[in-house]
C-alpha cells in the first residue's frame, strides 16, 4: 500500500531524521529500535510497509536534505555512514518538497497545498497520503476562531480572515482527502469546524504533541503514585533545549502553549493539580539535545512527607523521528479501515491526546493494541 507522508516542515530536524530512518529501511538496513509500529503486537494493523512510504513536504527553509542530513550526523543525531548510504534516495526525494505557501490571502494557500498534495498523490501513484504537522509550534488560536462552523469559516479564509498555519493545512489535506497529524501542541484540526471538513471528507486525524520525553516519564509515574494512594504535593520540572525547537519555544507565546500541553497528563492522572509548573528555557549549546530535571514531593502512611527526583537527556529528534513513522503508519491504516474523524487509540503518541482518553501509558498501550487487533464495530 503505497503511502505519502507529506510533512510540514520537511527541512526541520524531526522531518530530516525520520525520512532518513525510513529510508535507511530500504538502502541500509538497520534495527528498528524506537518504532513502535515494528513491535510483534502492532504488525497485524494492516499497516503500510516501510519501504511504501513516499516522503514529501513544505518548508520555508532552502538548504538541501542532504545539507541538512550531514548537519544533523554532524551533531550526533545521525549515523553518518547511514546517511551516506541514503544520499540517492535523500536526492530522489528533494524532488518532492516544494516551499512553503506565502500568498497573503489564506485561501489561497489552501488551494496551493491541496494542489501539492493532489499532484505529488497523483505523480506516485499513492494510496493514501498522510500530512504531519512536525512544524515550530505555534501560540494558541483565538477563541473566536474555535466556534466557527464550516461555512463561516470557508467564508472568512475567503475574506482574508487568518487562521493558524496548522490548522491551515489541516484544512488543506482535508480537502484534498487526506488524514492528518499534529505532532506539535498547535492548533490543528482542534477547530469544531476542521473536524466537520475531516468526517465530511472521510479523513482521521490525530494529535497532539508528541510524548517523548518529560511526559512520558509522567505518564508512568503519575498512575504509579495514584495506584499506592500516595499523595503528589508538588511536581516542578525544568526542561532545557537548544536547537531551532528551543530558540521557537523562546518565544512567550509558544511557550505556554506548550507548558500547558505537557501539564495535562498530571491533572487527568491524579484527579488533581499538585503545586508546581513546568518551565522551558532554551539554551543554545544543546543544540538537539534536551535535558529535563523534575523534583517530586508526596507525602507517604500518616502523611510522611517524602521526594523523588529524575533527570532524562535525550536527542529530541531521536526520540520524535521514529513516532512520526508510526504515526504515518497507523493513521494510513485507520484511512484504510474507513475511520473518520479524531482518532483516540493513538493517544499513546501524544501529550495533549484527542478526546476523553487514559493518559497513564499502560492504559494508552492497551487501547492501542485492541484497536490495532481489528476494526472496531463501527466499520467492521
Not at 482542534?190 to 466537520?196: G, I, K, S, V, Y
Not at 514531593?297 to 500518616?302: D, E, Q, R
Request: glycine content about 8%.
Amino acid at each position: 500500500m503505497r503511502t505519502g507522508v507529506w510533512l510540514v516542515g520537511a527541512r526541520g530536524s524531526v522531518a530530516v531524521s525520520a525520512i532518513v530512518g525510513a529510508l535507511s529501511a530500504r538502502t541500509a538496513p538497520t534495527e528498528p529500535v524506537g518504532l513502535v509500529t515494528e513491535l510483534p503486537e502492532l504488525r497485524g494493523a494492516d499497516l503500510p510497509a516501510m519501504s511504501d512510504l513516499v516522503f514529501g513536504g513544505h518548508d520555508r527553509v532552502t538548504a538541501s536534505l542532504m545539507e541538512r542530513s550531514l548537519s544533523l550526523a554532524q551533531a550526533g543525531v545521525l549515523p553518518t555512514d547511514v546517511v551516506e548510504k541514503t544520499a540517492e534516495a535523500l536526492h530522489e526525494t528533494e524532488a518532492d518538497l516544494r516551499p512553503a505557501p506565502r500568498d497573503p490571502i489564506q485561501h489561497d494557500q489552501v488551494r496551493q497545498v491541496v494542489a501539492d498534495l493532489e499532484d505529488f498523490r497523483s505523480r506516485h501513484d499513492l494510496r493514501r497520503v498522510v500530512v504531519v504537522n512536525v512544524a515550530s509550534t505555534e501560540p494558541a488560536a483565538a477563541p473566536l476562531s474555535a466556534h466557527r462552523g464550516l461555512r463561516e469559516l470557508d467564508a472568512a479564509l475567503r475574506k482574508g480572515a487568518p487562521l493558524p498555519p496548522s490548522s491551515m493545512y489541516a484544512y488543506a489535506a482535508f480537502t484534498a482527502g487526506c488524514s492528518y497529524v499534529d505532532f506539535t501542541p498547535s492548533t490543528g484540526a482542534r477547530l469544531p469546524a476542521l473536524a466537520e471538513l475531516a468526517v465530511r471528507s472521510g479523513a482521521p486525524f490525530a494529535g497532539h504533541d508528541g510524548k517523548t520525553g518529560e511526559t512520558l516519564l509522567k505518564s508512568v509515574l503519575a498512575p504509579m503514585f495514584a495506584m499506592r494512594n500516595l499523595r503528589v504535593r508538588s511536581w516542578s520540572g525544568l526542561n532545557l533545549l537548544g536547537g531551532g525547537d528551543g530558540a521557537n519555544l523562546a518565544e512567550p507565546e509558544a511557550n505556554a502553549a506548550k507548558t500547558a500541553s505537557k501539564q495535562r497528563v498530571l491533572r487527568e492522572t491524579l484527579g488533581y493539580e499538585p503545586e508546581g509548573r513546568t518551565g522551558i528555557e532554551y539554551v543554545p549549546d544543546l543544540g538537539d539535545r534536551k535535558t529535563a530535571w523534575d523534583l517530586i514531593t508526596f507525602s507517604g502512611f500518616l502523611g510522611t512527607p517524602m521526594r523523588m527526583e529524575f533527570t532524562w537527556h535525550g536527542c529530541d529528534s531521536a526520540l520524535a523521528a521514529p513516532l512520526v513513522i508510526d504515526l504515518a503508519r497507523l493513521t494510513a491504516a485507520a484511512h484504510e479501515r474507513g475511520e473518520v474523524g479524531p482518532l483516540p487509540q493513538l493517544a499513546f503518541f501524544f501529550k495533549d491526546p484527542i478526546g476523553d482518553v487514559p493518559h497513564a501509558l499502560a492504559d494508552q498501550w492497551r487501547a492501542l493494541l485492541e484497536w490495532a487487533e481489528g476494526p472496531n464495530d463501527a466499520t467492521a
